[in-house]
């Protein structure tokens, strides 16, 4: 069975502090797909980013960048210069990458606040 | 619109009523999905659709849960003689690819969030 694991709950920080958003996962498939989502207060889940079992290059996107470690089943998401717009619910996911069914297995989320 | 669509966004009902939520997806899209979110547990998968059949129902909590969706479009979950513990926010997301794998990205509607009293 797929599991993921956001062992942090609630992390608060102050704007322009960095701050990393761990994940960890687990599966018995050899491919699969790992996902970041953002839950602003509006409620609907923004995608942050896709990677596929296969690619382990870390990737950087403006102050978001995400490390892929297969070695200890990690996807850590890491936010550089914290702003207040980033406060909201962060979820990691992953899916099998097997048919066309694309569901994902949720983590509980972190809850980050930034704070001016 | 562009995005997924759902309605209502909030929906108040009496335990044992049944209640019906819409999904709008985006124009195209063949693939659609319902999750749960609810504080104890989170966001869970409930139901996947590949056009109109619904190869994947294992997420569905109980018999009273059950969806459909037509000219590969639009969906509807209903829920029969509902309970408290049905309160919760339900998410639609739907994506465009009908064979490109376990990878393609979701884009989720905005949800409903049901409060059963």
């Known amino acids: 069975a797929q599991k993921v694991t956001q062992a942090q709950t609630e992390i608060s920080v102050v704007e322009k502090e960095d701050v990393t958003l761990d994940c960890v996962y687990e599966?018995?498939?050899?491919?699969?797909?790992l996902f970041w989502y953002k839950q602003p207060p509006s409620g609907e889940l923004v995608f942050l980013i896709r990677r596929n079992s296969f690619d382990e290059q870390n990737e950087i996107s403006g102050r978001y960048s995400w490390n892929f470690q297969k070695s200890t089943s990690s996807f850590n998401f890491t936010i550089t210069a914290s702003q207040v717009v980033d406060s909201a619910v962060y979820f990691c996911?992953?899916?099998?990458?097997?048919?066309?069914?694309?569901?994902?297995?949720f983590g509980k989320g972190i809850t980050l606040s930034v704070r001016p | 619109g562009a995005g997924v669509s759902q309605s209502p966004s909030n929906k108040v009902t009496e335990k044992g009523k049944d209640v019906e939520l819409r999904c709008d997806p985006i124009s195209g899209h063949t693939a659609l999905y319902w999750y749960r979110q609810s504080l104890g547990q989170g966001l869970e998968f409930l139901i996947y659709f590949q056009g109109n059949s619904a190869p994947d129902k294992s997420g569905l909590p109980s018999d009273r849960f059950s969806a459909e969706r037509t000219g590969g479009s639009v969906s509807t979950l209903t829920i029969q003689r509902t309970q408290q513990e049905d309160s919760a926010v339900y998410l639609c997301a739907s994506s465009p690819s009908l064979f490109a794998g376990g990878g393609t990205e979701a884009f989720f509607g905005q949800g409903t969030r049901l409060t059963v009293v």
């Open positions: 599966t018995r498939d050899t491919t699969y797909y």
């Open positions: 996911a992953l899916s099998e990458a097997s048919g066309a069914n694309s569901k994902l297995t």
